[in-house]
């Protein structure tokens, strides 16, 4: 068999399965070891029986067993970087490249590439935090989070992508009420506790990475209530959340920001996915 016929099989088993279809691709890189460049110039090369038996277990692994694509590769794609990700932690969502897209130019608008102190809150793979300091060095970044076991995945991916950045555990704000910070972003847990989920991330990403209280605002009420004690005069705090939580985000910003300008931004899909609050700067 070449791995054409073999990629074909993979595709119509997906297809068949109701599962994406690009995820037979992603499975035969991991069971053959190659690059895509690589594969698709091996098309018309036989497949070994070792390969061809380790994806077929893949693929069933992924459709039997509902276990996540990128859980079963072990990295997910982030910003242009490769996140190690595993069951402690969420796989990244292209909606959280946006915000730190966002993020990256309110830094631009606001600081014009000053040093500044930023700490992302409820980091799970690091992938906020540690792609703020490769992609913007002059910022001094803090990351936590209260799961020891997520700590330890984005350690790993600070320590291989070469990102130098601070990592305290703990519960939400606490490991840094006694720092101050220019910047502050998080993406936490914000789906409402009665929720329906698709059973793959239910039974897979960690609950305490999924939920967020009977409304889904728990932990935006936590940290905008303490942010507001270690945020300097002039700061940003930033989030990804629901969807349908622009108006109850605004709301939030006002009563702990009353005097900041809220910022509320729409992802590629057009949902309103994203708040800014943006505290100071009476100038600009």
Do not use: W
Not at 73 to 79: E, K, N, S, T, V
Not at 150 to 168: F, P, Q, S
Not at 208 to 219: C, E, P, Q, S, T
Not at 262 to 270: A, F, H, P, R, V
């Amino acid at each position: 068999m070449r791995y054409r016929e073999l990629l074909k099989y993979g595709n119509e088993y997906m297809i068949k399965n109701n599962r994406e279809e690009s995820g037979a691709l992603f499975l035969l890189e991991h069971a053959s070891n190659k690059t895509s460049p690589e594969l698709f110039a091996s098309l018309d090369n036989n497949v070994s029986e070792d390969i061809k038996d380790k994806y077929l277990k893949l693929l069933d692994e992924h459709v039997i067993n509902n276990r996540p694509i990128y859980y079963i590769i072990g990295h997910a794609p982030f910003y242009g970087y490769e996140f190690k990700v595993n069951e402690n932690v969420l796989i990244p969502r292209f909606e959280t490249e946006e915000l730190v897209e966002n993020v990256l130019m309110q830094y631009d608008k606001y600081f014009k590439g000053a040093p500044i102190k930023a700490c992302d809150i409820a980091t799970g793979s690091g992938c906020i935090g540690i792609t703020l300091k490769l992609e913007q060095p002059n910022m001094d970044v803090t990351i936590t989070d209260i799961s020891h076991e997520a700590l330890k995945v984005a350690k790993e991916n600070a320590m291989a992508l070469g990102a130098d950045v601070k990592i305290l555990e703990g519960d939400m704000v606490k490991p840094v009420m006694d720092q101050r910070f220019d910047l502050i972003v998080s993406n936490p847990p914000y789906i409402p506790e009665n929720e329906e989920v698709q059973e793959i991330v239910k039974d897979n990403e960690p609950n305490i990475a999924l939920y967020g209280g009977n409304d889904g605002l728990k932990f935006y009420r936590i940290i905008m209530k303490d942010a507001s004690l270690i945020l300097n005069d002039n700061a940003i705090l930033a989030f990804e959340h629901g969807y349908d939580k622009k108006e109850a985000m605004r709301e939030l910003a006002k009563l702990y920001f009353p005097d900041a300008n809220i910022i509320s931004l729409k992802d590629l899909e057009g949902k309103d996915r994203m708040t800014i609050i943006v505290k100071g700067f009476k100038n600009e």
